[in-house]
């Protein structure tokens, strides 16, 4: 099953617009649009609601972002359990 069906090859916001009609394949996505600060989010990257963003310029600099997480190995790092709680 695709969790963009109809634009799986597309780097667009169709993903997102299914989550403002609550039309997801995964619960977590549907979560998205439920808890306020990232529904307002979701609402700028789609301009909803001003001042908008631009999707690509946000999506970019989430990537840099996410490059500057130090992944932890050996001793220094765990596996959790409950994603929300350190074990």
Known sequence: MEL?????DKFDT?????VTSSRVV??????????PETRAIIERLLGLRR???RFGTEFGKSMVKMSLIEVKTGSDGEIRRVCSAIN
């Open 26 to 35: 995964l619960q977590s996505d549907l979560v998205l649009w439920k808890d």
């Open 14 to 18: 169709s993903f997102l617009r299914k």
């Open 51 to 53: 001042p908008s963003l």
């Open 4 to 8: 963009d069906e109809g634009s799986v």
